[in-house]
């Protein structure tokens, strides 16, 4: 041991000053770690609402499908561990460095507390005997001098004639009582004083140095719990940082997983409109002016140069399958009205014409997304019809579920009644044909925008006359809102005289086409059989009812519908699923070409 703190015996009270420092000192490390680990919350706090706040809402969700939004919302969940780590951080200093500290801060106190208590105690002891021993040294000086006066009394009395001979013997009797009690002063003196002085020696020598040795052992048991604690300090950092760098390396490794390249294709797959260009304007001569331009809208268009320029304009025409190509002149200027029209007017006419169709209207969008562009109209449908699929399916599920446990009920009626789950079965039946209406509307308006979306193929490839004749004429008697839209874009309720005479020429102009198509009538490649009834509501549709043999005329492209012709008169499109569909082998892709 380097030193005793016997050696300091008679700095007692010095002592006692410095352990009562040493224990201020461990409440206030205490304070100290408490306050760092408010610190800690208040941070990881502040970080969880951070990340809560910038949280993609509901409305954001599609943003997901670029790179740079997930790697934003994936940083986000990251920083969210990270504002764990640091909860953490406080939990642990908490419970392993506030909670020990302010524990043995308590014992410790208790603990000087008893030293010292035991260290004053030997004082006193000391201070008493000491007391002891100063007043036997005061009663023996204060026998010796009476007995010193006692013994010159009687000298004195002893040399005087004049005094009695009983004075002087009683002055000689004084004297030896005087002495008698001077010399038991000394005896309690002396024994005394050999009685303090042991107590001294063991005071200073045996009880104060143990009692110092107690007290230097719990200062430095005090003084290493500091270093302890100190070290835990480090120690609860470090334990969580592997978890912080896993916790920066994800946000490092989404941060790499960017794709710019992908991300800008998704923004073409998200805008892409299925709109096509307009064609090049036309030029016509005002400078002849008893000759007029003859253009694809003219009224003086014959026939036979109708059929002689379809080949040429027919591609002009499937470039607008939603537009009507009007002209307006306004100062001797002529406009083609663009396809950016159509997004750009909408008015409360719109709402009124949706609600004739049947939709629902939620804020401004109707429940056939006829406000968007056809491609991204294609995959809302799209997506809704693949929900109700999904919801169809859960229902089947559940159907079969019940299904199985009637039938365990039948075989084992002690296990329930079978009749009660009847009621559910019902509701689930009811619940399976909602949905496959619903279906099956979503499905018609689908094959309406596939049906009307521009086609780029080989033009040896022979399409649909009647989708070729919808997609270049509006129909003047259609329920669809996108047909029934004004030169600027906007819905009306009647067309104006204006589109009426505009659209005229190119109803006859395909009227010119179905009398081709007439003429040239697709021979069957096979036959077919109705599997359920169809109306056919849609146009290029035709009604089909169960059981009914039909011809087929162009087999499934794909898209699921399938092309069949009742007799000459009658031909149209049915869902493939509908039918089932008998293929001649020869004939099979034989009437692909013209």
């Known amino acids: 041991m380097g030193g005793c703190w016997s050696q300091t015996k008679d700095q007692f009270d010095n ?119 100063e007043s036997c040294k005061r009663k023996f000086e204060r026998d010796c001098k009476e007995a010193d006066r006692a013994q010159q009394y009687f000298e004195k009395l002893d040399a005087d004639i004049n005094v009695t001979k009983a004075d002087v013997e009683k002055a000689r009797q004084q004297a030896q009582m005087r002495h008698q009690m001077a010399s038991d002063s000394k005896n309690e003196y002396s024994s005394c004083l050999q009685k303090f002085n042991q107590e001294q020696n063991e005071h200073y020598y045996t009880i104060i140095p143990n009692i110092f040795q107690k007290i230097q052992a719990m200062e430095e048991k005090r003084i290493e719990r500091m270093g302890e604690s100190l070290k835990t300090f480090a120690e609860v950092d470090r334990q969580i940082l592997p978890i912080i760098g896993k916790c920066l390396d994800g946000i490092t490794q989404v941060a790499e997983s960017i794709e710019p390249k992908n991300d800008s294709s998704q923004v073409i797959e998200s805008y892409k409109s299925g709109f096509e260009p307009p064609g090049d304007v036309e030029f016509e001569d005002y400078g002849q002016a008893m000759k007029r331009t003859v253009s694809e809208t003219s009224l003086t268009n014959s026939r036979s140069d109708n059929k002689a320029d379809r080949s040429s304009k027919g591609k002009s025409k499937t470039l607008w399958p939603f537009i009507k190509k009007n002209k307006v002149t306004h100062t001797g200027i002529t406009f083609t009205r663009s396809y950016f029209d159509l997004t750009q007017n909408q008015n409360s006419s719109k709402n009124e014409q949706s609600l004739r169709r049947g939709v629902s209207i939620r804020g401004s969008n109707p429940e056939d997304f006829s406000h968007l562009p056809p491609e991204q109209r294609r995959k809302k449908l799209q997506a809704k019809i693949d929900d109700i699929n999904k919801d169809i399916q859960k229902e089947m599920d559940q159907r079969d579920a019940l299904t199985k446990m009637k039938e365990v009920y039948v075989k084992n009626p002690q296990m329930g009644d079978p009749n009660s789950v009847d009621p559910r079965l019902a509701e689930i039946a009811h619940n399976i044909e909602k949905l496959q209406a619903e279906a099956q509307k979503f499905e018609g308006w689908l094959a309406e925008v596939e049906g009307r979306m521009p086609v780029k193929s080989d033009p040896l490839k022979r399409t649909s006359v009647l989708y070729e004749t919808q997609n270049s004429t509006p129909p003047t008697n259609n329920n669809c809102a996108q047909d029934r839209e004004s030169p600027d874009g906007s819905y009306t309720e009647e067309p104006s005289s204006e589109v009426q005479s505009k659209v005229q020429p190119e109803t006859a102009e395909s009227g010119d086409e179905f009398d081709d198509a007439d003429e040239e009538m697709l021979p069957t490649i096979g036959t077919c059989k109705a599997l359920y009834p169809f109306e056919g509501a849609n146009e290029g549709t035709i009604s089909v009812v169960e059981g009914e043999l039909l011809y087929v005329i162009e087999e499934d492209k794909g898209d699921g519908w399938t092309r069949i012709r009742r007799n000459e008169e009658e031909e149209g499109y049915v869902p493939t699923s509908y039918v089932e569909v008998f293929l001649d082998s020869n004939a099979k892709g034989a009437i692909t070409y013209i």
């Open 15 to 133: 002592l006692e000053k410095h352990t009562q420092w040493g224990i201020d000192f461990v409440e206030k490390y205490t304070k100290f770690v408490k306050e760092r680990s408010e610190i800690e919350l208040n941070y990881a706090r502040q970080i969880r609402n951070l990340s809560k706040k910038y949280q993609p809402k509901k409305k954001e969700e599609d943003d997901n499908k670029y790179t740079w939004c997930r790697a934003f919302h994936s940083t986000l969940n990251e920083l969210n561990d990270y504002a764990g780590q640091h909860e953490l951080i406080a939990e642990n200093m908490t419970s392993q460095i506030i909670a020990e500290l302010m524990r043995y801060a308590q014992e410790i106190k208790t603990e000087r507390k008893a030293h010292f208590h035991d260290g004053r105690k030997a004082q006193q002891q000391v201070e008493a005997s000491w007391k002891q021993l």
